[in-house]
């Protein structure tokens, strides 16, 4: 059986925790073959970024025109881009319908803290976008509100859809709550709270790359949204259940994508 063609439209990790590396591994590890349009190439490791180089506009778009003029893609999710020309030549791309079941990952800020994108890139991409996956930094960054609570979850998720996304989910994994993750998903004229239980981990680098990757992947395979995200985020909590005792570098490790542990 041919296997379901998603695509991953974001930067490069050369420590293999995140961005186009995490997007590849989880296509794979749940059954789709993965195709890969790069923004830019950093240089990075558990610890940190250590320098980002974007890469020109007129690439991204002749990667895409290679990709898509060959491959039947189902699924596209963007991670980081740079800047708003990378930005503007992804958003070219949908606006002619070329990014079917788009996922956005508004990636703005490492989970070191380094600095990978800006507001006004991302932007550029919401109103294209089936599902939108801010967590709680991005999404005060994007609404210009603190995301601190559930309720400012919901009230940050509801802004970010009147913008234009069909979804939108905060994801709640970086708040500092005790016993469980509290997503909130907002679309279809209904606002759902999906909980699982919180893993105690450092071992987190990669997460949001991981989710909106995972949820590309189910609606390659007609999921509807609600069901797609549920799904992706049962398969992060695995992943990061299973790395929690791994020492993958000196400071935030990757996920067990492939459920090796």
């Keep these: 059986m041919t296997p379901t ?32 349009v790069l923004t830019a190439v950093t240089a990075q490791n558990t610890r940190g970024v250590d320098a980002v180089l974007p890469l020109p506009p007129r690439t991204v778009t002749e990667q895409l025109d290679s990709v898509l003029g060959d491959f039947r893609v189902r699924a596209v999710k963007t991670g980081m881009l740079g800047n708003p020309a990378v ?3 992804v958003a ?41 996956t801010p967590n709680c930094a991005e999404a005060a960054a994007l609404t210009g509100r603190p995301v601190t ?21 905060v994801t709640g994994g970086d708040m500092d709550a005790a016993g ?10 209904a606002t759902t709270l999906l909980r699982a239980r919180r893993v105690r981990t450092r071992h987190s680098h990669g997460t949001g790359c991981s989710f909106s ?28 259940t ?11 490790g990757p996920l067990d994508h492939f459920g090796w542990s």
């Design 213 to 240: 990757a995972a949820i590309a992947v189910r609606l390659a395979g007609d999921d509807p949204v609600l069901a797609a995200v549920a799904a992706a985020k049962e398969y992060v909590t695995l992943a990061l």
């Design 180 to 189: 469980e993750s509290v997503d909130v998903l907002v679309g279809g004229g």
């Design 92 to 132: 070219d791309a949908a606006r002619a319908g070329r990014l079917p079941h788009l996922v956005v990952d508004p990636v703005l800020v490492a989970t070191s803290g380094h600095r990978l994108g800006v507001v006004e890139a991302v932007e550029r991409l919401l109103p294209y976008a089936e599902v939108a």
């Design 242 to 252: 299973g790395a929690r005792d791994w020492e993958l570098g000196a400071g935030r």
């Design 149 to 169: 609570t559930v309720e400012e979850m919901v009230a940050a998720a509801e802004a970010l859809a009147a913008g234009g996304p069909a979804h939108v989910v």
């Design 87 to 89: 930005a503007d030549a």
């Design 5 to 36: 063609t998603v695509l991953t439209i974001a930067g490069s990790d050369s420590g293999g925790g995140a961005g186009i590396q995490a997007d590849l591994k989880v296509f794979a590890a749940l059954g789709a073959y993965g195709t890969s």
